[in-house]
Protein backbone atom coordinates (compact mmCIF):
# COMPACT_ATOMS: atom_id res chain seq x y z
CA UNK A 1 0.00 0.00 0.00
CA UNK A 2 1.32 3.13 -0.93
CA UNK A 3 0.34 6.29 0.53
CA UNK A 4 3.02 9.42 -0.36
CA UNK A 5 1.71 12.76 -1.86
CA UNK A 6 3.41 15.50 -3.59
CA UNK A 7 4.40 18.67 -1.89
CA UNK A 8 5.00 22.23 -3.58
CA UNK A 9 7.83 24.29 -1.75
CA UNK A 10 8.37 27.95 -2.87
CA UNK A 11 13.04 29.52 -2.63
CA UNK A 12 13.67 32.18 -1.84
CA UNK A 13 13.73 33.10 -5.55
CA UNK A 14 10.20 32.15 -5.83
CA UNK A 15 11.12 29.49 -7.64
CA UNK A 16 8.86 26.07 -6.91
CA UNK A 17 9.69 22.02 -6.76
CA UNK A 18 7.88 19.61 -5.36
CA UNK A 19 8.81 16.79 -3.00
CA UNK A 20 7.54 13.22 -2.24
CA UNK A 21 6.74 13.25 1.14
CA UNK A 22 6.44 9.84 2.56
CA UNK A 23 3.29 8.14 3.76
CA UNK A 24 2.79 6.37 6.33
CA UNK A 25 3.68 2.94 5.68
CA UNK A 26 7.25 3.44 4.40
CA UNK A 27 7.47 5.76 7.66
CA UNK A 28 6.52 2.44 9.65
CA UNK A 29 8.77 -0.04 7.41
CA UNK A 30 12.12 2.61 8.43
CA UNK A 31 10.73 2.43 12.08
CA UNK A 32 10.62 -1.39 12.28
CA UNK A 33 13.78 -1.41 10.12
CA UNK A 34 15.55 0.91 12.73
CA UNK A 35 14.41 -0.27 15.69
CA UNK A 36 15.82 -4.04 14.67
CA UNK A 37 19.30 -2.07 14.26
CA UNK A 38 18.52 -0.58 17.81
CA UNK A 39 18.18 -4.07 19.04
CA UNK A 40 21.23 -5.34 17.04
CA UNK A 41 23.28 -2.45 18.37
CA UNK A 42 22.05 -3.29 21.75
CA UNK A 43 22.87 -7.04 22.26
CA UNK A 44 26.49 -6.22 20.28
CA UNK A 45 27.29 -3.82 23.26
CA UNK A 46 26.12 -6.37 25.96
CA UNK A 47 28.49 -8.98 24.24
CA UNK A 48 31.34 -6.48 24.44
CA UNK A 49 30.08 -5.68 28.20
CA UNK A 50 30.37 -9.42 29.27
CA UNK A 51 33.61 -10.09 27.05
CA UNK A 52 35.55 -6.99 28.44
CA UNK A 53 34.16 -6.86 31.94
CA UNK A 54 33.51 -10.72 32.70
CA UNK A 55 37.15 -11.41 34.15
CA UNK A 56 38.41 -8.79 35.67
CA UNK A 57 36.44 -7.03 38.03
CA UNK A 58 34.77 -8.35 41.53
CA UNK A 59 31.50 -6.37 40.90
CA UNK A 60 31.13 -7.14 37.13
CA UNK A 61 27.56 -7.55 37.34
CA UNK A 62 26.63 -3.78 38.88
CA UNK A 63 29.14 -2.52 35.62
CA UNK A 64 27.36 -4.97 33.55
CA UNK A 65 23.74 -3.70 34.38
CA UNK A 66 24.93 0.00 35.19
CA UNK A 67 26.37 -0.43 30.76
CA UNK A 68 23.30 -1.95 29.91
CA UNK A 69 21.27 0.49 31.37
CA UNK A 70 22.98 3.21 30.38
CA UNK A 71 23.36 2.02 26.69
CA UNK A 72 19.67 1.44 26.74
CA UNK A 73 18.68 5.11 27.72
CA UNK A 74 21.39 6.23 24.74
CA UNK A 75 19.42 4.31 22.23
CA UNK A 76 16.51 4.56 23.36
CA UNK A 77 16.39 8.42 22.96
CA UNK A 78 19.70 9.24 21.31
CA UNK A 79 19.44 6.99 18.21
CA UNK A 80 17.26 8.93 15.84
CA UNK A 81 18.73 12.28 17.01
CA UNK A 82 22.76 10.98 16.40
CA UNK A 83 22.15 9.77 13.04
CA UNK A 84 19.51 12.51 12.13
CA UNK A 85 22.00 15.09 12.99
CA UNK A 86 25.44 13.36 11.43
CA UNK A 87 23.56 11.69 8.23
CA UNK A 88 22.00 15.11 7.57
CA UNK A 89 18.39 13.89 7.93
CA UNK A 90 18.16 10.02 7.83
CA UNK A 91 18.68 6.93 9.69
CA UNK A 92 19.95 3.23 8.47
CA UNK A 93 16.09 2.40 8.33
CA UNK A 94 15.67 5.79 6.44
CA UNK A 95 18.27 4.96 4.07
CA UNK A 96 17.01 1.46 2.97
CA UNK A 97 13.32 3.46 2.66
CA UNK A 98 15.19 6.18 0.56
CA UNK A 99 13.46 8.46 3.03
CA UNK A 100 14.82 11.63 4.40
CA UNK A 101 13.79 14.35 7.14
CA UNK A 102 13.73 17.60 5.99
CA UNK A 103 12.66 21.02 7.18
CA UNK A 104 9.12 22.11 5.83
CA UNK A 105 10.97 24.41 3.45
CA UNK A 106 13.67 21.40 1.79
CA UNK A 107 16.19 22.66 3.79
CA UNK A 108 18.44 20.46 6.17
CA UNK A 109 17.23 20.13 9.35
CA UNK A 110 19.35 20.84 12.92
CA UNK A 111 20.03 19.55 15.84
CA UNK A 112 17.16 21.23 17.37
CA UNK A 113 14.85 20.00 14.95
CA UNK A 114 15.94 16.46 15.37
CA UNK A 115 15.69 16.66 19.44
CA UNK A 116 12.35 18.25 19.34
CA UNK A 117 10.90 15.62 16.72
CA UNK A 118 12.44 12.59 18.42
CA UNK A 119 11.13 13.69 21.79
CA UNK A 120 7.97 13.96 20.85
CA UNK A 121 8.01 10.17 19.45
CA UNK A 122 6.47 9.69 22.90
CA UNK A 123 3.54 11.57 22.35
CA UNK A 124 3.07 9.98 18.78
CA UNK A 125 3.13 6.75 20.38
CA UNK A 126 0.27 7.18 22.30
CA UNK A 127 -2.03 5.29 23.54
CA UNK A 128 0.18 2.42 21.81
CA UNK A 129 1.74 1.72 18.21
CA UNK A 130 1.93 5.04 17.13
CA UNK A 131 -1.77 5.79 17.13
CA UNK A 132 -1.78 9.39 17.73
CA UNK A 133 0.87 10.17 15.43
CA UNK A 134 -1.08 8.37 12.77
CA UNK A 135 -4.75 9.91 13.52
CA UNK A 136 -2.40 13.24 13.67
CA UNK A 137 -0.62 12.35 10.18
CA UNK A 138 -3.79 12.02 8.51
CA UNK A 139 -4.90 15.45 9.11
CA UNK A 140 -2.17 16.92 6.86
CA UNK A 141 -1.03 16.91 3.55
CA UNK A 142 2.69 16.80 4.54
CA UNK A 143 1.91 13.58 6.95
CA UNK A 144 3.71 15.40 10.05
CA UNK A 145 3.34 13.68 13.03
CA UNK A 146 3.31 15.72 16.09
CA UNK A 147 6.85 15.83 16.26
CA UNK A 148 7.10 17.01 12.76
CA UNK A 149 4.40 19.15 13.19
CA UNK A 150 6.71 21.03 16.50
CA UNK A 151 9.47 20.72 14.72
CA UNK A 152 8.73 21.98 11.29
CA UNK A 153 9.96 19.09 9.66
CA UNK A 154 8.46 16.51 6.87
CA UNK A 155 10.14 12.99 5.75
CA UNK A 156 10.93 13.07 2.33
CA UNK A 157 10.99 10.81 -0.68
CA UNK A 158 14.79 10.79 -2.45
CA UNK A 159 14.45 8.28 -5.37
CA UNK A 160 16.68 8.76 -7.46
CA UNK A 161 15.29 9.94 -10.99
CA UNK A 162 16.88 8.50 -14.23
CA UNK A 163 15.83 9.66 -17.45
CA UNK A 164 14.47 7.99 -20.27
CA UNK A 165 16.78 7.59 -22.70
CA UNK A 166 15.56 9.14 -26.02
CA UNK A 167 13.18 8.04 -28.63
CA UNK A 168 15.39 5.76 -30.85
CA UNK A 169 14.23 4.04 -33.99
CA UNK A 170 15.20 0.38 -34.22
CA UNK A 171 16.02 -0.56 -36.72
CA UNK A 172 17.02 2.93 -38.17
CA UNK A 173 15.07 4.30 -40.83
CA UNK A 174 15.67 3.13 -44.37
CA UNK A 175 15.35 5.60 -46.70
CA UNK A 176 12.63 3.80 -48.81
CA UNK A 177 10.26 3.63 -45.72
CA UNK A 178 10.89 7.78 -45.24
CA UNK A 179 10.04 7.89 -48.68
CA UNK A 180 6.31 7.35 -47.85
CA UNK A 181 6.45 10.68 -45.74
CA UNK A 182 5.74 14.23 -47.19
CA UNK A 183 9.08 15.90 -47.42
CA UNK A 184 7.31 18.25 -44.61
CA UNK A 185 5.14 17.28 -41.59
CA UNK A 186 3.91 19.38 -39.12
CA UNK A 187 2.34 18.38 -35.95
CA UNK A 188 0.95 20.24 -33.40
CA UNK A 189 2.56 20.06 -29.95
CA UNK A 190 0.00 18.39 -27.67
CA UNK A 191 0.11 15.44 -30.74
CA UNK A 192 4.02 15.40 -30.89
CA UNK A 193 3.34 14.71 -27.03
CA UNK A 194 0.98 12.33 -27.33
CA UNK A 195 3.24 10.23 -29.56
CA UNK A 196 6.30 10.99 -27.98
CA UNK A 197 4.54 9.30 -24.72
CA UNK A 198 3.49 6.77 -26.43
CA UNK A 199 6.92 5.46 -27.87
CA UNK A 200 8.75 6.76 -24.68
CA UNK A 201 6.76 4.67 -22.03
CA UNK A 202 9.12 1.79 -20.50
CA UNK A 203 5.95 0.55 -18.29
CA UNK A 204 3.65 -0.39 -21.10
CA UNK A 205 3.31 -4.25 -22.63
CA UNK A 206 4.19 -4.43 -26.06
CA UNK A 207 0.39 -5.80 -26.71
CA UNK A 208 -1.15 -2.56 -25.19
CA UNK A 209 1.03 0.07 -26.82
CA UNK A 210 0.31 -1.79 -30.20
CA UNK A 211 -3.21 -1.34 -29.23
CA UNK A 212 -2.86 2.10 -28.45
CA UNK A 213 -1.16 2.82 -31.61
CA UNK A 214 -3.93 0.80 -33.60
CA UNK A 215 -6.21 3.64 -32.95
CA UNK A 216 -4.16 6.65 -33.16
CA UNK A 217 -2.08 5.56 -36.52
CA UNK A 218 -4.68 5.79 -38.75
CA UNK A 219 -6.05 9.45 -38.13
CA UNK A 220 -2.30 10.40 -39.04
CA UNK A 221 -2.02 8.23 -41.97
CA UNK A 222 -5.31 9.40 -42.90
CA UNK A 223 -4.18 13.03 -42.67
CA UNK A 224 -0.93 12.56 -44.72
CA UNK A 225 -2.59 10.43 -47.34
CA UNK A 226 0.15 7.51 -46.58
CA UNK A 227 -0.63 3.57 -45.74
CA UNK A 228 0.52 2.67 -42.21
CA UNK A 229 2.50 -0.24 -41.77
CA UNK A 230 2.67 -1.35 -38.18
CA UNK A 231 1.05 1.18 -36.62
CA UNK A 232 4.28 1.50 -33.66
CA UNK A 233 7.00 2.04 -36.66
CA UNK A 234 4.81 4.49 -38.36
CA UNK A 235 4.16 6.66 -35.39
CA UNK A 236 7.96 6.34 -34.79
CA UNK A 237 9.06 7.30 -38.40
CA UNK A 238 6.36 10.01 -38.22
CA UNK A 239 7.75 11.51 -35.14
CA UNK A 240 11.45 10.85 -36.80
CA UNK A 241 9.82 12.97 -39.45
CA UNK A 242 8.20 15.64 -37.62
CA UNK A 243 11.10 16.31 -35.54
CA UNK A 244 13.78 15.34 -38.15
CA UNK A 245 13.90 18.38 -39.83
CA UNK A 246 14.82 20.46 -36.75
CA UNK A 247 17.47 18.37 -35.52
CA UNK A 248 19.77 19.72 -37.95
CA UNK A 249 19.78 22.97 -36.16
CA UNK A 250 21.29 21.98 -32.74
CA UNK A 251 24.71 23.09 -33.04
CA UNK A 252 23.71 26.62 -31.77
CA UNK A 253 22.95 24.36 -28.67
CA UNK A 254 25.92 22.65 -28.04
CA UNK A 255 28.60 25.69 -29.06
CA UNK A 256 26.74 27.20 -25.83
CA UNK A 257 27.35 23.48 -23.50
CA UNK A 258 31.24 23.48 -25.08
CA UNK A 259 31.51 26.68 -24.14
CA UNK B 1 16.41 26.51 -30.29
CA UNK B 2 15.68 23.08 -28.85
CA UNK B 3 12.39 22.09 -29.53
CA UNK B 4 12.44 18.25 -28.60
CA UNK B 5 13.05 17.24 -25.12
CA UNK B 6 15.52 14.69 -26.31
CA UNK B 7 17.38 17.62 -27.78
CA UNK B 8 16.99 19.10 -24.40
CA UNK B 9 18.54 16.20 -22.59
CA UNK B 10 21.18 15.89 -24.46
CA UNK B 11 21.93 19.88 -24.19
CA UNK B 12 21.69 19.76 -20.86
CA UNK B 13 22.40 16.58 -19.42
CA UNK B 14 26.35 17.99 -18.56
CA UNK B 15 25.01 20.43 -16.82
CA UNK B 16 22.65 18.39 -14.46
CA UNK B 17 25.95 15.79 -14.06
CA UNK B 18 27.81 18.20 -12.93
CA UNK B 19 25.48 19.89 -10.06
CA UNK B 20 24.67 16.00 -9.26
CA UNK B 21 28.65 15.12 -8.60
CA UNK B 22 29.11 18.76 -6.35
CA UNK B 23 26.19 18.16 -4.69
CA UNK B 24 27.26 14.42 -4.09
CA UNK B 25 30.66 15.82 -2.97
CA UNK B 26 29.27 17.64 0.66
CA UNK B 27 25.71 17.86 1.45
CA UNK B 28 26.71 21.86 2.73
CA UNK B 29 28.21 23.45 0.18
CA UNK B 30 30.23 25.88 2.58
CA UNK B 31 32.38 22.98 2.92
CA UNK B 32 33.52 22.92 -0.61
CA UNK B 33 36.31 25.27 -2.03
CA UNK B 34 35.03 28.44 -2.73
CA UNK B 35 35.36 27.75 -6.37
CA UNK B 36 33.06 25.19 -6.39
CA UNK B 37 30.87 27.09 -4.35
CA UNK B 38 30.39 29.83 -7.17
CA UNK B 39 30.67 27.46 -9.72
CA UNK B 40 27.39 25.28 -7.88
CA UNK B 41 25.34 28.89 -7.67
CA UNK B 42 25.68 29.31 -11.16
CA UNK B 43 24.95 25.59 -12.00
CA UNK B 44 21.48 25.72 -9.63
CA UNK B 45 20.56 28.97 -11.40
CA UNK B 46 20.78 26.94 -14.74
CA UNK B 47 18.74 24.37 -13.63
CA UNK B 48 16.03 26.41 -11.84
CA UNK B 49 15.29 27.89 -15.81
CA UNK B 50 15.78 24.55 -16.89
CA UNK B 51 13.21 23.42 -14.48
CA UNK B 52 10.82 26.14 -15.68
CA UNK B 53 11.44 25.42 -19.37
CA UNK B 54 10.63 21.92 -18.89
CA UNK B 55 7.51 22.56 -16.95
CA UNK B 56 6.33 25.20 -19.49
CA UNK B 57 6.98 22.65 -22.47
CA UNK B 58 5.37 20.09 -20.98
CA UNK B 59 8.18 17.56 -21.02
CA UNK B 60 7.78 13.98 -19.77
CA UNK B 61 7.51 13.46 -16.16
CA UNK B 62 10.78 11.60 -15.82
CA UNK B 63 12.57 14.82 -16.68
CA UNK B 64 10.71 16.89 -14.35
CA UNK B 65 11.04 14.82 -11.74
CA UNK B 66 15.05 14.84 -12.06
CA UNK B 67 15.16 18.45 -12.26
CA UNK B 68 12.83 19.18 -9.10
CA UNK B 69 15.13 17.07 -7.03
CA UNK B 70 18.21 17.93 -7.87
CA UNK B 71 17.63 21.83 -8.06
CA UNK B 72 15.60 20.99 -4.28
CA UNK B 73 18.91 19.44 -2.95
CA UNK B 74 21.06 22.41 -4.23
CA UNK B 75 19.13 24.96 -3.04
CA UNK B 76 19.15 22.53 0.15
CA UNK B 77 22.38 22.85 0.08
CA UNK B 78 22.91 26.29 -0.73
CA UNK B 79 20.99 28.08 1.87
CA UNK B 80 21.19 26.08 4.87
CA UNK B 81 23.54 26.48 8.58
CA UNK B 82 25.52 23.80 9.24
CA UNK B 83 22.99 21.46 11.35
CA UNK B 84 25.30 21.30 14.74
CA UNK B 85 28.41 23.23 16.63
CA UNK B 86 29.67 22.41 19.38
CA UNK B 87 29.62 25.85 20.23
CA UNK B 88 26.08 25.63 20.68
CA UNK B 89 25.97 23.46 23.78
CA UNK B 90 28.69 26.01 25.93
CA UNK B 91 25.93 29.02 24.76
CA UNK B 92 22.92 27.07 26.01
CA UNK B 93 24.82 26.15 29.49
CA UNK B 94 26.31 29.50 30.16
CA UNK B 95 22.95 31.19 28.78
CA UNK B 96 20.60 30.03 26.54
CA UNK B 97 19.05 27.58 29.19
CA UNK B 98 19.08 29.92 32.26
CA UNK B 99 17.38 32.60 30.23
CA UNK B 100 14.57 30.52 29.06
CA UNK B 101 14.08 29.05 32.54
CA UNK B 102 13.44 32.94 33.35
CA UNK B 103 11.56 34.16 30.31
CA UNK B 104 8.74 31.14 31.35
CA UNK B 105 8.75 32.04 34.83
CA UNK B 106 5.15 31.29 35.46
CA UNK B 107 5.01 27.81 33.74
CA UNK B 108 7.85 27.39 36.24
CA UNK B 109 6.14 28.49 39.30
CA UNK B 110 2.84 26.39 38.04
CA UNK B 111 4.75 23.39 37.41
CA UNK B 112 6.31 23.77 40.85
CA UNK B 113 3.27 24.17 42.32
CA UNK B 114 1.46 21.15 40.68
CA UNK B 115 4.45 19.13 41.82
CA UNK B 116 4.98 20.16 45.38
CA UNK B 117 1.84 20.13 46.45
CA UNK B 118 0.98 16.70 45.73
CA UNK B 119 4.18 15.83 47.19
CA UNK B 120 3.19 17.50 50.39
CA UNK B 121 -0.18 15.68 50.47
CA UNK B 122 1.56 12.50 49.77
CA UNK B 123 3.72 12.59 52.61
CA UNK B 124 1.36 14.01 54.93
CA UNK B 125 -1.33 11.04 53.88
CA UNK B 126 1.61 8.02 54.01
CA UNK B 127 3.02 9.77 57.14
CA UNK B 128 -0.85 9.06 58.87
CA UNK B 129 -1.58 5.91 57.53
CA UNK B 130 0.03 2.84 55.58
CA UNK B 131 -3.30 2.38 54.25
CA UNK B 132 -3.20 5.54 52.02
CA UNK B 133 0.18 4.74 51.23
CA UNK B 134 -0.39 1.20 49.77
CA UNK B 135 -3.41 3.17 47.82
CA UNK B 136 -1.18 4.70 45.66
CA UNK B 137 1.68 1.92 45.31
CA UNK B 138 1.75 -1.58 45.66
CA UNK B 139 2.18 -2.50 48.98
CA UNK B 140 5.02 -4.78 48.10
CA UNK B 141 7.03 -1.37 46.91
CA UNK B 142 6.43 0.27 50.24
CA UNK B 143 7.81 -2.60 52.09
CA UNK B 144 10.90 -2.96 49.80
CA UNK B 145 11.20 1.03 50.13
CA UNK B 146 10.95 0.93 53.74
CA UNK B 147 13.40 -2.07 53.99
CA UNK B 148 16.05 0.05 51.56
CA UNK B 149 16.33 2.83 53.84
CA UNK B 150 16.69 0.76 57.18
CA UNK B 151 20.18 -0.41 56.22
CA UNK B 152 21.27 2.88 54.47
CA UNK B 153 24.67 4.89 55.59
CA UNK B 154 26.70 1.15 55.08
CA UNK B 155 27.51 1.99 51.90
CA UNK B 156 27.23 -0.48 48.86
CA UNK B 157 28.77 -2.96 47.46
CA UNK B 158 31.94 -2.03 44.84
CA UNK B 159 30.74 -1.26 41.03
CA UNK B 160 26.91 -0.76 42.81
CA UNK B 161 27.29 3.18 42.42
CA UNK B 162 28.07 3.18 39.04
CA UNK B 163 25.14 0.95 38.14
CA UNK B 164 22.61 2.88 40.28
CA UNK B 165 24.04 5.80 38.54
CA UNK B 166 23.04 4.13 34.94
CA UNK B 167 20.02 3.57 36.44
CA UNK B 168 19.14 7.27 37.57
CA UNK B 169 20.41 8.15 33.98
CA UNK B 170 17.92 5.87 32.18
CA UNK B 171 15.36 6.17 34.40
CA UNK B 172 14.83 9.54 35.82
CA UNK B 173 16.24 11.39 32.68
CA UNK B 174 13.31 8.93 30.89
CA UNK B 175 11.13 10.62 33.17
CA UNK B 176 11.75 14.32 32.59
CA UNK B 177 11.74 13.61 28.64
CA UNK B 178 7.64 11.79 29.10
CA UNK B 179 6.81 14.78 31.71
CA UNK B 180 8.35 16.97 28.67
CA UNK B 181 6.96 15.22 25.36
CA UNK B 182 2.98 14.67 26.44
CA UNK B 183 2.79 17.94 27.19
CA UNK B 184 1.93 18.66 23.71
CA UNK B 185 -1.36 17.31 24.81
CA UNK B 186 -2.33 20.96 25.63
CA UNK B 187 -0.25 20.76 28.16
CA UNK B 188 -2.62 17.90 30.17
CA UNK B 189 0.32 15.41 29.67
CA UNK B 190 2.61 17.32 31.27
CA UNK B 191 0.05 18.49 34.70
CA UNK B 192 -0.58 14.81 34.92
CA UNK B 193 3.14 13.68 34.96
CA UNK B 194 4.09 16.34 37.64
CA UNK B 195 1.04 15.49 39.76
CA UNK B 196 1.88 12.14 39.55
CA UNK B 197 5.71 12.51 40.42
CA UNK B 198 5.26 14.27 42.83
CA UNK B 199 2.60 12.07 44.57
CA UNK B 200 4.70 8.94 44.04
CA UNK B 201 8.17 10.71 46.30
CA UNK B 202 5.64 12.33 48.80
CA UNK B 203 4.01 9.08 49.28
CA UNK B 204 7.71 6.89 49.42
CA UNK B 205 9.05 9.70 51.53
CA UNK B 206 6.06 9.60 54.02
CA UNK B 207 6.38 6.27 53.91
CA UNK B 208 9.80 5.89 55.03
CA UNK B 209 9.36 8.49 57.98
CA UNK B 210 6.71 6.83 59.31
CA UNK B 211 8.60 3.51 59.50
CA UNK B 212 11.28 5.48 61.55
CA UNK B 213 14.04 5.66 58.69
CA UNK B 214 13.10 9.31 58.17
CA UNK B 215 16.40 10.62 58.47
CA UNK B 216 18.08 8.39 56.16
CA UNK B 217 15.91 9.27 53.39
CA UNK B 218 16.47 12.83 53.90
CA UNK B 219 20.03 12.77 54.01
CA UNK B 220 19.93 10.41 51.20
CA UNK B 221 17.71 12.37 49.44
CA UNK B 222 18.86 16.34 49.74
CA UNK B 223 22.44 16.50 47.91
CA UNK B 224 21.06 15.46 44.47
CA UNK B 225 17.49 16.68 44.97
CA UNK B 226 18.10 20.29 44.41
CA UNK B 227 19.29 19.19 40.72
CA UNK B 228 16.66 16.52 40.45
CA UNK B 229 13.83 17.86 41.39
CA UNK B 230 14.44 21.13 39.72
CA UNK B 231 14.75 19.35 36.55
CA UNK B 232 11.59 17.81 36.97
CA UNK B 233 9.90 20.76 37.70
CA UNK B 234 11.46 22.65 34.65
CA UNK B 235 10.51 19.78 31.90
CA UNK B 236 7.40 19.88 33.53
CA UNK B 237 7.33 23.74 32.93
CA UNK B 238 8.86 23.19 29.78
CA UNK B 239 5.55 20.80 28.15
CA UNK B 240 3.18 23.53 29.65
CA UNK B 241 4.71 25.75 27.65
CA UNK B 242 4.19 23.66 24.63
CA UNK B 243 0.72 22.75 25.33
CA UNK B 244 -0.09 26.67 26.14
CA UNK B 245 1.68 27.93 22.84
CA UNK B 246 -1.48 25.84 21.31
CA UNK B 247 -4.07 27.02 23.37
CA UNK B 248 -3.27 31.17 23.39
CA UNK B 249 -1.73 31.31 19.68
CA UNK B 250 -1.50 34.70 19.59
CA UNK B 251 -2.39 35.60 15.65
CA UNK B 252 -0.39 32.54 14.53
CA UNK B 253 -1.77 29.33 13.43
CA UNK B 254 -1.97 26.90 16.19
CA UNK B 255 1.45 24.75 15.05
CA UNK B 256 3.42 28.20 14.03
CA UNK B 257 2.70 29.47 17.62
CA UNK B 258 3.91 26.53 18.56
CA UNK B 259 7.34 26.83 16.28
CA UNK B 260 7.73 30.24 17.62
CA UNK B 261 8.78 28.44 20.95
CA UNK B 262 10.88 25.76 19.71
CA UNK B 263 14.08 27.93 21.13
CA UNK B 264 12.83 27.74 24.42
CA UNK B 265 11.47 23.92 24.22
CA UNK B 266 14.69 23.58 23.35
CA UNK B 267 17.25 25.17 25.60
CA UNK B 268 14.54 23.74 28.34
CA UNK B 269 14.83 20.49 28.35
CA UNK B 270 18.25 19.95 27.08
CA UNK B 271 19.53 21.99 30.30
CA UNK B 272 16.72 20.06 32.70
CA UNK B 273 18.66 16.92 30.62
CA UNK B 274 21.98 18.18 31.84
CA UNK B 275 20.91 18.60 35.09
CA UNK B 276 19.63 15.26 35.38
CA UNK B 277 22.75 14.04 34.67
CA UNK B 278 24.34 15.80 37.20
CA UNK B 279 21.74 14.12 39.10
CA UNK B 280 22.51 11.08 38.32
CA UNK B 281 25.86 11.53 39.56
CA UNK B 282 25.96 13.07 42.45
CA UNK B 283 22.63 10.46 43.28
CA UNK B 284 24.75 7.51 42.34
CA UNK B 285 28.33 8.52 43.86
CA UNK B 286 27.72 10.96 46.58
CA UNK B 287 24.49 10.64 48.16
CA UNK B 288 25.11 7.08 49.19
CA UNK B 289 28.06 7.57 50.39
CA UNK B 290 28.87 6.54 53.93
CA UNK B 291 30.20 10.62 54.64
CA UNK B 292 28.39 11.51 57.76
CA UNK B 293 24.97 13.47 57.08
CA UNK B 294 25.77 17.23 58.55
CA UNK B 295 28.24 17.37 55.91
CA UNK B 296 25.95 16.30 53.31
CA UNK B 297 23.44 18.68 54.69
CA UNK B 298 25.81 21.47 53.93
CA UNK B 299 27.22 19.86 51.03
CA UNK B 300 22.81 19.65 49.70
CA UNK B 301 22.52 23.26 51.12
CA UNK B 302 25.57 24.59 48.63
CA UNK B 303 23.93 22.78 45.74
CA UNK B 304 20.08 24.70 46.22
CA UNK B 305 22.33 27.79 46.37
CA UNK B 306 24.30 26.94 43.13
CA UNK B 307 20.91 25.77 41.33
CA UNK B 308 18.89 28.78 41.88
CA UNK B 309 22.48 31.02 41.30
CA UNK B 310 22.23 29.43 37.90
CA UNK B 311 18.88 30.08 37.24
CA UNK B 312 18.40 33.70 38.76
CA UNK B 313 21.89 35.17 37.45
CA UNK B 314 23.50 32.59 34.64
CA UNK B 315 23.15 34.22 31.28
CA UNK B 316 22.33 38.28 32.33
CA UNK B 317 23.74 40.96 30.52
CA UNK B 318 26.45 43.06 33.11
CA UNK B 319 24.89 46.42 33.78
CA UNK B 320 28.25 48.10 31.85
CA UNK B 321 28.45 45.51 29.11
CA UNK B 322 26.54 44.84 26.47
CA UNK B 323 25.94 40.62 25.58
CA UNK B 324 24.01 39.90 23.15
Known sequence: MQLDNTVEVETPEHVRFRFRVAGPTRR??????????????????????????????RSAKAILSGGTLLALFLIEWGYFVFFETLWNGTTPGKRALKLRVVKAGGYPLSFMDSVLRNLLRTADFLPLGYLLGLFVMSWDSRFARLGDRAAGTMVVIEDPVRVAPPIALDPPPDPTELLAFPARVTLSLPEREAIELLLRRRDLAPARRQELAETIAPVFARRLSVKAGDPVRFLALLHHVAVGGQAKSSPAISAKVSA | MIRTQDEFVAARKPTWDELDTLLA????LCRLPAASISRAASLYREICSDLMRARSAGYSSDVIDLLDSLSARACAAMYSAPPYR?????????????RSVRRNARFLALAAVL?????????????????FAIQIMSESMVTEMEKSYAEFGRGREEGADTMMASFYVYNNIGIAFRCFATGILF?????????????LIGVVAGAVTAAGHGRNLFTFMAGHGAFELTAIVISGAAGMVMGYALVDTG????????RAKAGDLFSMITGAALMLLVAALIEGYW????????????VALLFYLLVLAYLLCAGRSRPGGRRA
Open chain 1, 28 to 57: AWAYLLDLLVRIAILLALEIVLVLVTGRHL
Open chain 2, 25 to 28: RKHL
Open chain 2, 86 to 98: LEGLRDLVLAGFP
Open chain 2, 115 to 131: FVLPGLLGFLGALRSRG
Open chain 2, 187 to 199: GLGSIFFLIYNGL
Open chain 2, 251 to 258: SRTRWASL
Open chain 2, 287 to 298: SPSAVVAPVKWG
